[in-house]
Structure formats: structure tokens, C-alpha cells
């Protein structure tokens, strides 16, 4: 997969998210596995349960499962919760919501994440 970072400048190319592509990685393995670090994170104090259905999900559920279950190195999963705070302000109702504005150092955080998970996920 390509470098996102020649992407952010380029608003007319679709971008993949951290989220879709662990969305996808998780839909490839036995919901057995899934439910097992669902059960187990919890009770770690990490994340509350999660919705049953992926599609419901938020970053924070993907990465901690992801983590959990090895499909993402430990520096990956710290990249991603620091970018979480940053994402948020890209979100225009969010960004107004929360009075935070959105610049080109808030997209970059978000896009580092994503070029963390991009080499785990290969």
C-alpha cells in the first residue's frame, strides 16, 4: 500500500481510515477469536464491551482488540490512541462541538496513525 502522507493534500483522493482497515482485517478472523479478547479486555480495565455488531464500533474498540490480539504492534496501538484526540477535530460537528479547530498539524496526527497500521496490517 502506498504512503498516505502524499495523500493529505489531496482532497479528491479516497483516504482508507485506521478504522476501515482494521474493520476489515477483524472481519477475516473466527468471531471465536474476536469474542475472546472482547471478553478479555474488559476485565483489563482497557475498554468497556463493544457492540456486538463491528460496523458499531470505534477506533478505540478496533485498536484495543487489534492489540490484543497481535495484529498490531504496541507502538501502532499507542500512535493510534494519541491520534484518537486529534481525529476528532476533523469531524466538522465534532470539532464545533468540542471548540477545537482542525489544521493541517491535527490531520497529520491522524494520518500518522493510519501510516502505522498500514506496514502491520501487510
Known amino acids: ?5 502524499s ?12 478504522e476501515a482497515l482494521l474493520h476489515w482485517r477483524l472481519q477475516q478472523l473466527p468471531p471465536t477469536e474476536i469474542q475472546a479478547a472482547i471478553a478479555a479486555l474488559p476485565s483489563s480495565g482497557k475498554i468497556n464491551k463493544p ?9 478505540h474498540h478496533f485498536i484495543e482488540v487489534a492489540g490484543h490480539l497481535a495484529l498490531v504492534e504496541a507502538d ?15 469531524h466538522p460537528g465534532r470539532a464545533a462541538s468540542l471548540g477545537q479547530v482542525c489544521d493541517r498539524g491535527t490531520a497529520c496526527s491522524a494520518i500518522g496513525a493510519l501510516e502505522h497500521v498500514i506496514p502491520n496490517l501487510s
Open 1 to 5: 500500500m502506498k504512503s498516505m502522507s
Open 7 to 18: 495523500c493529505v493534500l489531496s482532497p479528491n483522493t479516497p483516504k482508507p481510515t485506521s
Open 51 to 59: 457492540p456486538s455488531d463491528l460496523d458499531n464500533w470505534s477506533l
Open 76 to 90: 501502532t496501538v499507542k500512535a493510534a490512541q494519541l491520534a484518537q484526540n486529534f481525529r476528532n477535530p476533523i
